[in-house]
């Protein structure tokens, strides 16, 4: 039997209020690499760290293990297997203090209306190399019934963080390069629904997300396509945001190519600012083999975080710029059609009238990105 959801009535008016927060310039870091995973994790797609250990697990296609590797050279050294679980489209692991999590709510294909959470005591870790989960059943109520075109839909996942007793899906929209934002309770019966709150262009496929309880920051990771037919690598920041996720500063971050990173799937934190990502066997012309990197946005973070919100900022649809700004300013859409061209001596641009959609402002020797979501 299905059963809906009930939410607290702030979080369905969180969702529908126009987007607030300020989108701070994109940014680039370069990932460490530590080490080629080992044999037997060609296709991990998540990522965990728990006590200065790693957790992982393959995807679709796989046994259904969990497994425990050495941060510090990519080796497996521990495995467990998950009784009574079936590894459909195993994507993502997350914990409470508690419990561990795993996500099979993979659907690339597009065919799929249920999925599953798999909720494992922490403790049996200790005790036994056998899992036994509980299953719960959820599924998308605004998903559209029967099959969903592949890989150009917007009801796959591969990404969820555990905060406040619930945990949060993100998805990985093919169609639109958005994430959409689903809540549920931790633990639940019965077959339910996952609660709509919140959507974002994030311009990419998200493939990982982590969040730091202690300082509420949530990073999202991903990839996307360029007009080379090559992929970029990315992450976003979320913080300041009391409620939510999105509504408070964010900042786009490039990573590098997989090429050089493989296929970025795993994605967790050892600090609030910094952690470990994991990467997919990338098997085409050539072979990338899986790969682990450590990543570090200390010196981002280091910057004056006011000092760049009160320079060049757009906020509720509004490009603000310092009032003794005089250089030219140049905001072009994806096409390159100039949009708006500013004016010496004017501090603030109301763009409501843009359609929403990805924006980009040229100086001279620098760009920023601008997601205009509403």
């Not at 080629?36 to 697990?57: A, F, R, V």
């Not at 080796?75 to 996500?103: H, K, R």
């Not at 973070?301 to 710029?321: P, Q, R, S, W």
């Not at 994806?334 to 980009?360: A, C, H, I, M, Q």
Request: with cysteine; hydrophobic share 40%; glycine share 6%.
């Amino acid at each position: 039997m299905k059963a809906q959801l009930i939410f607290v009535s702030f979080f369905i008016a969180f969702w529908l209020s126009a987007q607030q927060g300020v989108t701070l310039p994109t940014s680039s870091i370069t990932p460490q690499f530590i080490a080629n995973l080992s044999p037997g994790n060609e296709e991990s797609s998540s990522l965990l760290c728990l006590n200065d250990t790693l957790y992982s697990i393959n995807d679709s296609g796989n046994s259904p293990m969990l497994k425990a590797l050495n941060p510090a050279n990519g080796q497996t050294i521990a495995e467990w297997f998950v009784a009574n679980a079936q590894n459909v489209d195993w994507e993502a692991i997350g914990a409470s203090p508690t419990v561990l999590f795993i996500a099979d709510f993979g659907n690339n294909m597009g065919n799929r209306q249920y999925f599953d959470i798999y909720q494992i005591q922490r403790d049996a870790l200790l005790l036994t190399d056998t899992l036994f989960p509980i299953k719960s059943t959820f599924f998308y109520p605004d998903q559209p019934a029967g099959s969903l075109p592949v890989n150009a839909h917007n009801y796959d996942a591969e990404a969820f963080v555990y905060k406040n007793d619930s945990i949060h899906i993100f998805t990985k929209n093919w169609q639109n390069l958005w994430t959409k934002h689903y809540v549920l309770p931790s633990v639940w019966q019965d077959t339910i629904a996952a609660q709509l709150v919140d959507s974002f262009e994030v311009d990419g496929l998200i493939t990982d997300a982590a969040f730091d309880q202690s300082s509420n920051q949530l990073y999202l990771l991903g990839y996307k396509q360029l007009s080379n037919g090559l992929y970029n690598c990315f992450m976003w920041k979320f913080w300041n945001d009391p409620v939510g996720f999105f509504q408070g500063n964010r900042m786009r971050i490039e990573l590098g190519s997989a090429l050089t990173l493989g296929q970025t799937e795993g994605l967790c934190l050892t600090a609030p600012n910094s952690g470990f990502m994991s990467s997919e066997q990338i098997s085409t012309v050539i072979t990338i083999p899986a790969k682990l990197h450590s990543w570090s946005v200390e010196d981002i973070m280091a910057v004056n975080v006011k000092e760049d919100v009160t320079g060049i900022y757009f906020f509720e649809n509004t490009l603000h710029l310092p009032e003794s700004y005089n250089e030219v300013l140049v905001l072009v859409d994806v096409n390159r059609k100039v949009v708006l061209r500013t004016e010496k001596g004017k501090s603030s641009y109301n763009l409501d009238r843009l359609p929403p959609g990805t924006y980009f402002l040229y100086a001279h020797d620098w760009y920023y990105k601008w997601l205009k979501n509403n």
